[in-house]
């Protein structure tokens, strides 16, 4: 025996009362949904958990007329406090019901309880609180005073981290006015269905969130629908489709898209915590994560020594059952997802690449990957420069600075980076040239609601967390021409007292405020 | 008896140079009441590649400039563009057909233009960008960065205004530019590049274009390597097209704009050709 042989410690499934049946939650009410329904599994065991509704067009089209109606009659017109005490309510639930919330996200998802436990649940709860503070004072969100919301917003949400994206989308959303249709992604529908039985118990007014669950169609049907703004999640070979689905309407989007961070290790770096910074960069959540540090750049002179010890630790990793609190790697999601993740691990192997996984026993049922390295990887490798979203890590070396930033660039994504040095200096002047929307410095995969989160070139446009997360649920008060008399008034004094005089009328209807709103896209 | 005038040639402004357009083409530019102007240069896709390429290799340069760097040379455009005032107010008034004053008031406008967005340039980071009081010991900073190659399709209602109001804001955060100018009034744009060139504006940080939007457009919306389309003057070409062109390498897309008040000076003009950049760095003592 081992000493990583231990006694199982599973966390108990009692804490859940799961139904056995679960509607589209519309209009503040589980109601049926028109498409076949579907099961939702566990992705450990292959077992069914529950059957869920699928939402037709006719569905998301009640959606949205539900949340539009819940935005012109109640939330639009609901002070910024109430708002937020709705919103500090559901935090607190979220809170009281977190070890609940914690094991249904393993059970749907796969991952580790200690990950759903410990981060997932608990930054969903802290994003609903700093979002909730943010409510009464959007004044100060950095649009001007009176900013307005704009209406009712379309969210659809991956499977890898599902009830915190759900959290990402409506905490700031509801915060800043805007009502709120979400479709959950198809295999992880359940704690945003337990989410809808804790706005109940909020008594958050009917339609100012609405769930409908279903696969791919039910999304592009909420993209398509009479929504003010549409959030996404995801690939971005789906983010490129909405872009083209939403060219030419009013909608506002922001895209939050895929990945292939650089994880760069200078030699200089403090290897002992670089070499957990980089096993967390790429294997937690099983590398189900959008900003994991999929590419390891590391300084040539240390790259056997970060190599040998990077095996060396993944050899300790217990993978299984993720409701076990000892659990380091939980389950691939899907099916689906485990083709594409064993697909590119043997290209990778066919390309020329040394393949290395970690001696660990996979169970005989669900869907399993062992960790796995692969090192000799070149830039020219798909490993190298398509987004595996899996725990496969590749290994490239680099010799100047210089060269692990033309590397780490070398991409068309642009979401995140990590750098390990003990040289403040080089750790500010490379962060200055990566072009990533989020740079770790010794340390990587952190996330807080007051850190704006988002990508660079085909990572997606748009910013989540933070004020930056708030402003892209709202549009200025100032109609175009209130602006340029503003401009005016500050290029040419003898303008000022006319701009003064005739205020532009803050333009207050849906249809033309949001015409005037065009830079919006971003 | 009267002097013989020496007309200037208009060419393309690429990469700090001032070639034809390699396709050969040029275009009769007439005065309001119909009278010839020019034959301006008809840009063609592959002058539309290159400029895109002179852009792309500006962008290091311009971003890395430090923000009051970038602020005198923008300012520096307004100096040199107040020296020209009258070849500029008599190029508006033929090419218009507007009154002395209306000319003057718009060259006026944009000088003044070219001095707000040059005061911009080492503060509106201050503005768009905020230390982020993160739950763990990291110092964790928002900055806005430019986005890098933008492609804008300038007003085509104004010789000089648009132009400016388009190009200047982009380059405040250290975006290089390719612009394409208005297709009837093109004069202006091209004698604004003389004094770009002239400003200490490195080149290839702006190139611009004279052609027909229509048809330069959709190879920038297209190209690869540009980053940001801004289609504040594309409103009467097809440009749900050119954003779903845009689509395929997820550019950043403005959509048109209409109007006297088009390009308005904002704030929102600078920032919305930025990303911002959220850097963590871990605090200890050890």
Redesign the interface.
């Known amino acids: 025996m081992s000493f990583l042989e231990y006694a199982p410690a599973p966390e108990s499934r009692a804490i859940l009362s799961l139904r056995d049946r679960y509607g589209l939650f519309i209009d503040g009410e589980f109601v049926d949904g028109r498409g076949t329904p579907f099961q939702t599994i566990s992705p450990a065991n292959e077992e069914r958990i529950a059957e869920i509704a699928s939402a037709n067009t006719e569905d998301v089209a009640d959606a949205v007329a539900a949340a539009r109606r819940a935005y012109e009659r109640v939330w639009s017109k609901m002070s910024g406090r109430d708002r937020g005490k709705y919103l500090f309510r559901i935090a607190r639930l979220v809170q009281e019901r977190a070890r609940e919330l914690a094991v249904a996200e393993s059970l749907d998802n796969g991952k580790p309880i200690k990950e759903s436990r410990d981060v997932d649940v608990p930054l969903v709860a ?1 994003w609903f609180f700093y979002y909730a503070g943010w409510a009464d004072k959007l004044d100060h969100a ?1 649009l001007g005073a009176d900013p307005r919301a704009l209406g009712v917003a379309g969210q659809v949400i991956p499977w890898n981290f599902p009830l915190l994206m759900l959290a990402w989308k409506i905490a700031p959303a509801l915060a800043a006015g805007n009502t709120v249709v979400l479709k959950p992604a198809e295999t992880t529908p359940l704690t945003a269905l337990l989410f809808a039985e804790i706005l109940q118990q909020a008594e958050l007014p009917a339609g100012v969130v609405n769930i409908v669950t279903g696969a791919g169609e039910t999304g592009a049907a909420l993209v398509a629908a009479d929504v003010d703004k549409v959030a996404f999640t995801g690939s ?1 070979g789906v ?2 489709a909405i ?2 689905q939403v ?2 309407t009013q909608k506002k989007v922001t ?1 939050e ?1 895929g990945g292939k961070a650089a994880n760069i290790v200078f030699d200089d770096a403090p290897i002992d915590q670089a070499i957990e910074g980089i096993v967390n960069g790429i294997f937690f959540n099983q590398g189900h994560v959008c900003c994991a540090g999929s590419r390891l750049l590391v300084q040539e002179n240390i790259h056997d020594e970060v190599v040998d010890r990077l095996k060396q630790r993944l050899s300790t990793l217990r993978l299984g059952d993720p409701l076990d609190k000892n659990t380091d790697i939980g389950a691939i999601n899907s099916a689906a997802q485990l083709a594409r993740i064993r697909e590119l691990s043997d290209v990778g192997v066919a390309e020329g690449a040394e393949r290395w996984s970690a001696p660990c026993e996979l169970p005989a049922e669900g869907f399993w990957f062992a960790p796995t390295i692969f090192t000799g990887v070149e830039t020219s490798h798909r490993i190298a420069r398509e987004e595996v979203f899996g725990p496969v890590l590749s290994v490239l070396s680099f010799r100047t600075p210089q060269e692990a930033i033309a590397k780490a660039n070398n991409t ?1 994504y ?1 979401l995140s980076a990590g750098i390990w040095s003990d040289k ?1 200096s080089r ?2 002047a490379v ?1 200055d040239q990566l072009r ?8 990587f995969n ?1 996330f ?1 609601p ?5 990508g ?3 990572s ?2 748009g ?1 989540e967390g ?3 997360g708030l402003g892209a649920y709202l549009a ?1 008060a100032t109609s ?2 209130a ?2 008399a ?2 005016v008034e ?3 004094p003898a303008a000022k007292a006319d701009a003064e005089a005739k205020p532009a009328p803050a333009e207050r209807s849906r249809r033309t405020s949001k015409s005037a709103e ?5 | 008896m009267s002097r013989l005038t020496v007309p200037k040639t208009y060419k393309l402004f690429i990469g700090g140079a001032f070639p034809r357009s390699e396709s050969g083409r040029t275009y009769e530019v007439t005065s309001a009441s119909g009278g010839f102007l020019a034959n301006a240069a008809k840009a063609s896709r592959k002058d539309a590649r290159d400029a895109v390429v002179a852009a792309r290799g500006a962008v290091a340069g311009w971003a890395g400039a430090t923000a009051y760097n970038r602020g005198q040379v923008l300012y520096r455009i307004a100096e040199l563009l107040e020296g020209r005032r009258a070849q500029f107010v008599a190029e508006i008034e033929e090419a218009e057909g507007v009154s002395r004053a209306a000319a003057g008031a718009q060259v006026d ?1 944009a000088i ?2 070219w ?2 967005y040059a005061g911009w340039a080492d503060k509106f980071a201050q ?2 960008g ?1 230390a ?5 010991p ?1 110092f ?1 900073l ?1 900055v806005p960065e430019p ?1 890098g190659v933008v492609a804008i399709v300038a007003p085509q209602d104004s010789s000089l205004l648009g132009l400016v109001s388009a190009v200047a804001p982009a380059l405040v955060a250290g975006n290089a530019v390719v612009v394409v100018a208005s297709e009837r009034f093109p004069l202006s744009a091209i004698s604004l590049a003389e004094v770009l060139a002239t400003s200490d504006v490195p080149k290839g940080v702006v190139n611009v274009l004279t052609g027909s939007p229509a048809e330069i457009a959709p190879w920038l919306a297209s190209h690869a390597d540009v ?1 940001a389309l801004d289609l ?1 003057g594309a409103g009467a070409l097809d ?2 097209e050119l ?2 062109a ?5 550019k ?6 209409q ?3 088009a390009a ?3 704030l ?2 600078i920032v ?1 050709f930025t ?8 605090k200890s003592l050890r």
């Open positions: 802290a950095g971005t983010g490129r872009a083209k060219a030419g895209l898209l068309p642009g403040g750790i500010l962060a990533a929307g989020v740079i770790w410095a010794n340390t952190r807080d007051a850190s704006p989160f988002g660079y070139k085909e997606g446009y910013r933070g004020r930056h200025p175009r021409s602006r340029a503003r401009a500050a290029s040419a065009k830079g919006a896209a971003k | 406008e003044d233009r001095v707000w503005v768009a905020n982020n009081p993160v739950a763990g990291y964790n928002s986005t980053n504040v440009w749900i954003e779903i845009a689509a395929d390498t997820l950043r897309v403005h959509r048109p704009e109007g006297a008040d308005a000076p904002t929102e003009r919305g990303e911002t950049k959220t850097v963590w760095h871990t």
